[in-house]
């Protein structure tokens, strides 16, 4: 949100208000993308012009609360609570709960077709394990709960240190609520590790059987929720079965073997708003099959699903960059197929690194198509987590990886 309005017609006021409803006040505001002060406003004006009294409020506790308000109204709702016979806590108190039953919590917007996102690039170790997870978190987290997110007005800031103050801002934004599948697509399985699971056993079902034609149950059955409270139940995960090593192999006698991730995860689609699909650093079949999934469906609109292509801020990326790139090419044009560029993550990236680093970064930079939606640090707190099992938005919050992780899911989301 922007800061308060301090200037013009606004004074500021000080009263007192319980930081249950101050905190409700916070959050409610920030869904309807308004300021703190405005919501206030409304509800005092609101409060000033009903008929009669409303019930009266607990307000034990009170703390001082600080607003700015347009000059005169604070004056003229004092006179109001004396001709009431309320105290200005209690009146206030009425005030912003009226605010609060005014404007109720919108619905989380859900995409008219579930959006596929494809995390991929032919190199390993380029972390797109850690961006699958961390996406897939940012997308899930509580809408009733302020997280923090950096929102940079120009990435290019990111290359002069000195000007990071400047162009990186911290706000607290709601979370986004979205319900989110993330799917382990990498028989080595790092992904499942990462979150605490442990890969589906060689003799039961698995991805792999259901895109081979093997199904033995509902895929249903082996998913699994990522449980951490800020969560909800939002966040699940198909876990990683070491028989993908097998893919394809098993792939390449299906007739429509494109279509057969697609065909796999068809009747879990309407369970989820987003489903984050973590691929191999291959450029086998079965990425033929993950570019397919990602394609632009009917109706579909452009940039709801596609591939989001991870990369360092290093020489090899760039190779791996081209054959991945060359790969979805020859999807779109054999298949006539609309695979959406949904952008570049520079991930690992440290400034102090120099020339190679900053020089490669302004490289991925310049190629605007796909653009660069994400630079996420190489900090402790990832490693942290996966040593942990534990998912890095929950692990640390508030560490600078997870606010450039919010910040990757609202600029993909947009």
């Known amino acids: 949100m922007t800061p308060p309005d301090t200037t013009g017609d606004r004074e500021k006021v000080v009263a007192k208000l319980t930081s249950a409803l101050r905190q409700e006040l916070k959050v409610r505001a920030a869904l309807h993308g308004l300021d703190m002060q405005d919501a206030v406003e409304a509800g005092i004006t609101a409060w000033r012009g009903l008929g009669s009294n409303l019930t009266s409020l607990d307000t034990a506790g009170a703390e001082t609360y600080s607003t700015f308000l347009p000059e005169g109204l604070w004056d003229g709702f004092r006179d109001d609570c004396k001709s009431r016979g309320v105290s200005l806590t209690q009146g206030l108190a009425q005030s ?13 917007r859900r995409p008219a077709t579930v959006r596929r996102i494809i995390v991929c690039n032919q190199k390993g170790g380029v972390g797109k ?35 990071r103050a400047d162009s990186l801002a911290l706000e607290d934004l709601p979370g986004l609520g979205q319900r989110v599948l993330l799917v382990d697509f990498d028989p080595q399985g790092h992904l499942t590790k990462q979150l605490g699971h442990e890969p589906l056993p060689m003799d039961g079902d698995s991805l792999t059987n259901h895109m081979a034609g093997g199904a033995k149950g509902d895929l249903r059955d082996v998913i699994v929720a990522v449980s951490e409270e800020r969560f909800g139940d939002r966040l699940h995960l198909l876990p990683a079965c070491t028989d993908a090593f097998l893919l394809d192999v098993r792939l390449a006698s299906i007739r429509a073997r494109e279509a057969a991730l697609e065909r796999a995860l068809a009747p879990v689609e309407a369970d989820y708003d987003v489903i984050l699909i973590d691929c191999p650093p291959s450029l086998g079949i079965s990425m033929d099959a993950a570019s397919y999934y990602g394609r632009r469906r009917g109706n579909e609109e452009a940039g709801n699903s596609g591939v989001l292509i991870v990369v360092q801020a290093e020489d090899s990326s760039a190779d791996a960059y081209g054959l991945l790139t060359s790969q979805i090419e020859d999807m779109r044009n054999d298949l006539a197929l609309d695979i959406d560029y949904l952008g570049l993550v520079v991930n690992h990236y440290d400034a102090r690194r120099g020339y190679i680093a900053t020089s490669s970064l302004q490289s991925w930079m310049d190629i605007k198509d796909p653009r660069v939606v994400g630079v996420i640090g190489d900090l402790k707190e990832q490693k942290e987590a996966v040593r942990a099992k534990r998912p890095l938005l929950a692990y640390a919050p508030r560490c600078e990886q997870s606010v450039a992780l919010r910040a990757l899911a609202r600029e993909i989301s947009k």
């Open 129 to 163: 394990t850690a961006i699958t997870a961390g996406l897939g978190e940012a997308l899930a987290e509580d809408r009733m709960t302020l997280t923090p997110v950096k929102v940079s007005k120009h990435f290019a800031a990111l290359l002069n240190e000195d000007d």
């Open 96 to 108: 912003v709960t009226l605010w609060l039953d005014n404007n109720p919590a919108p619905e989380v």
